[in-house]
């Protein structure tokens, strides 16, 4: 077990590259850490965790691909005063297929809206699983108990389960740095592979993301693809939850502010401006890559430049691209058509004296970065999909003047936060144009207004408090770990439990008051759970209301005084009374349907046909084969066909297709059972389709409860069906105590 509160030994960072250098001084090489935000946020995280211990931060383990010649070095020059770095080396053909296959030309793209540009070879996910299995081997080779695993981004998807796997007991962190996409997107993704991702990512205890879209999007996919409990934030697994939430990255702020009123800052702006001749000027910094938008935003630019001859000769766009795997042919086209229509815009546009498009592809320096995002009256950001975009926000941070205005795409995960920017369709070539005039003529009140707002806000939310953000969700996991996953108010719940005068609890058997076994004979609720119904019904009327037959029910509940509802509303038997028989429908659709079942008994072996009084089910519990699930579906289609007197109602349960008169259901001797007397507070608890027809025919105050995954008409949702055992221990324990 975990302990009672977050106090973690040591802080390991696990990401595909290791952010260090390796510089080769008078003492021969050092490890020489970058200035990033991520390291930044890593080393305030760190003393954190220090201060919540209540002692010195530990250095910092970082495990990340390293290329070959590390290998050379000694180890003491992999380590410097805050960090000691771990590089995984692998195959140089398991690392293409890994990083270059998998990773780049399938995960990228798929996950950024382009589908058309992604790889699905089986050998790259072969090699993606080996490189996460040496990361997983380095990792093992390091951990300690007490340590925090922080893994990140999508290389490294199956790693968090990897771990849970030969460590339970870790406690691991997982952030996802670009966008998670529809689950229309993964369901393009092979069945094995995205069940492999997701139940990789799972393996986390905290999962983070950049937005609460892109939240909801890993739910759904979660919901559809493993078909878990989804309470909340959390996500119930059998032994565990984990908690999903959005934490978006940001800037070191204050770096980034400081830094726009330096002397060295300040004198490169001016030099850029004389080589501009104080034209205005919008500028634009991007790593060479499709998601980013460059083409439209050119096409934008071009349009504005058309519409607005009058800004001819006083605007220039400076563009930077970054290279950026200029080495693969897609990128090289891209390069192509970027750099052709930059050429097209300022042959047509262009005079001796003026270029409406100043491009350079490179890389900045920080200083010119900075001279360039306070020497500009406009940024122009507009990825067609971009997880966060920290250049926004590096933008808005270094405006200490409050000048300027940022133009940012709607699709950029920052758009969620910058709301004071001019939000725009990057597709839209028209918006962009617009969205330029309105900036370039927009009063410096309204850029002031809208950049304080801004510069407020990432003041308040920078890459500190995110990593602190993150951290703070271990805390809250551990502390507030519930009894009883559930989304429903429990104190206001036993309340109006306990002050009832008539009570009436309608309770579903399988999966409800008994866990689904693969033999259904041999499930029982447990002995603690009978001794609970047994004290309940002394002061309540508890219905169990199933699908199973006569036998059965009476069977397991001998001695127990409640009511029994057998194959689906059939039957009703009172405490100390006889069965009454509710549905006398004819049966002469009982043959053709067990004719039709048949053919599937034979074609699916372990699969099995239970023939009840008024009612007939195939389980298919025990079927190993992939494709039962289309296969029920099809019977199901199949037997709604069959010929027949009276009306019928096929049920797609839980592993399980029944057939049955349509007269009666659960809900229609549910909802007699609750007008049979004037009940002031009603429970109904199940986990199956059947059960939905009492969600649906109860009174909209009555509390009904949905067990486990799935749409539901019930208003709340136990996880699993041991939280129903404890929701009905505490209701018991209300009434000893009353």
């Not at 050998?123 to 080779?141: G, I, M, P, S, V």
């Not at 069945?191 to 759904?220: C, E, K, P």
Request: aromatic residues 10%; contains cysteine.
């Amino acid at each position: 077990m975990k302990t009672s509160k977050a106090s973690f030994k040591r802080l390991l960072i696990v990401s595909y590259r290791l952010p260090f250098t390796i510089q080769q001084t008078n003492n021969g090489s050092e490890l020489q850490q970058n200035s990033g935000g991520l390291v930044s946020a890593v080393l305030s995280m760190a003393e954190q965790m220090g201060q919540n211990q209540g002692s010195l931060p530990t250095k910092i383990h970082w495990v990340g691909h390293g290329d070959q010649s590390l290998q050379q070095l000694d180890s003491s020059a992999l380590e410097n005063d805050t960090f000691v770095a771990h590089p995984v080396f692998m195959d140089e053909a398991v690392h293409k297929g890994f990083y270059e296959g998998f990773s780049n030309d399938l995960i990228w793209p798929l996950f950024h809206y382009f589908p058309s540009y992604a790889s699905f070879k089986e050998h790259d996910f072969d090699c993606y699983k080996q490189a996460n299995t040496r990361f997983l081997e380095e990792l093992t080779a390091l951990i300690e108990p007490g340590d925090l695993v922080w893994i990140h981004d999508f290389q490294l998807m199956l790693l968090p389960d990897m771990l849970r796997q030969v460590m339970p007991e870790a406690t691991i962190g997982y952030f996802f740095h670009i966008p998670f996409p529809t689950y229309e997107i993964i369901k393009l993704l092979p069945r094995t592979w995205r069940q492999s991702l997701i139940n990789g990512i799972l393996g986390a205890d905290v999962v983070g993301f950049h937005t609460t879209d892109y939240v909801q999007h890993f739910m759904q996919s979660v919901s559809e693809v493993l078909d878990l409990p989804i309470i909340n934030q959390r996500i119930i697994l059998p032994d565990r939850a984990v908690i999903v939430n959005a934490f978006p990255i940001s800037i070191d702020f204050n770096k980034f502010n400081s830094s726009g009123q330096e002397a060295d800052v300040f004198a490169t702006q001016q030099y850029f401006m004389n080589l501009l001749r104080h034209n205005k000027i919008i500028f634009s910094v991007d790593r060479l890559d499709y998601t980013k938008g460059i083409t439209s935003r050119l096409l934008g630019y071009e349009r504005f430049l058309i519409q607005h001859p009058d800004w001819h000769d006083k605007v220039t766009f400076v563009m930077t691209v970054v290279p950026s795997r200029d080495k693969i042919a897609q990128y090289q086209e891209l390069k192509r058509e970027i750099e052709e229509t930059v050429g097209r815009i300022n042959g047509l546009f262009g005079t001796i004296g003026w270029r409406p498009i100043v491009y350079s592809y490179r890389s900045l320096t920080f200083t010119e970065l900075m001279a360039l995002y306070t020497a500009c009256n406009i940024a122009l950001i507009t990825p067609v999909r971009d997880g966060m975009n920290l250049v926004c926000k590096e933008f808005v941070a270094s405006r200490h003047d409050l000048k300027g205005v940022l133009i940012l795409s709607e699709l950029a995960g920052a758009a969620q936060e910058l709301r004071d920017a001019i939000i725009i369709n990057p597709t839209d070539t028209q918006e962009v144009a617009d969205a330029i005039d309105q900036a370039l003529v927009m009063p410096l009140a309204e850029q002031e207004r809208r950049l304080q707002h801004m510069r407020k806000h990432l003041q308040n939310h920078n890459v500190f408090r995110w990593s602190h953000d993150f951290l703070s969700a271990f805390n809250d996991m551990i502390i507030n770990q519930p009894s009883l996953e559930t989304d429903l108010p429990i104190q206001p719940f036993i309340s109006a439990f306990s002050d009832a005068h008539k009570r009436l609890l309608l309770v579903d058997f399988d999966g409800t008051l008994a866990p689904l076994v693969n033999d259904p004979a041999d499930a029982r609720p447990s002995e603690t759970l009978q001794t609970i119904l047994r004290n309940l019904a002394e002061s309540s009327d508890v219905v169990v209301i199933s699908g199973r037959n006569r036998s059965f029910l009476e069977k397991t509940f001998m001695g127990i005084p409640v009511f029994l509802v057998a194959e689906h509303g059939a039957f009703l038997k009172k405490p100390e009374q006889p069965w009454q028989q509710l549905d006398l429908s004819a049966d002469d659709w009982v043959d053709p349907v067990r004719s039709t079942m048949n053919y599937y008994v034979d074609r699916f072996p372990g699969s099995f046909i239970e023939g009840k009084e008024t009612a007939i089910a195939w389980h298919y519990r025990k079927v190993e084969t992939d494709d039962v699930e289309g296969q029920a579906i099809d019977l199901a289609t199949q037997l709604r066909r069959v010929s027949s007197s009276i009306p019928l109602t096929v049920i797609q349960g839980n592993k399980v297709v029944e057939v049955k008169p349509a007269q009666h259901s659960k809900g229609t001797v549910a909802l007699a059972i609750a007008e049979q007397k004037p009940y002031d507070f009603i429970i109904s608890i199940g986990d199956d389709t059947t059960d939905e027809d009492m969600f649906r025919q109860l009174p909209n105050w009555a509390y009904t409860m949905k067990v486990g995954s799935g749409m539901s008409f019930a208003r709340y949702r136990l996880a699993r069906q041991q939280d129903v055992e404890t929701l009905l221990q505490r209701m018991n324990d209300e009434l000893i105590e009353v």
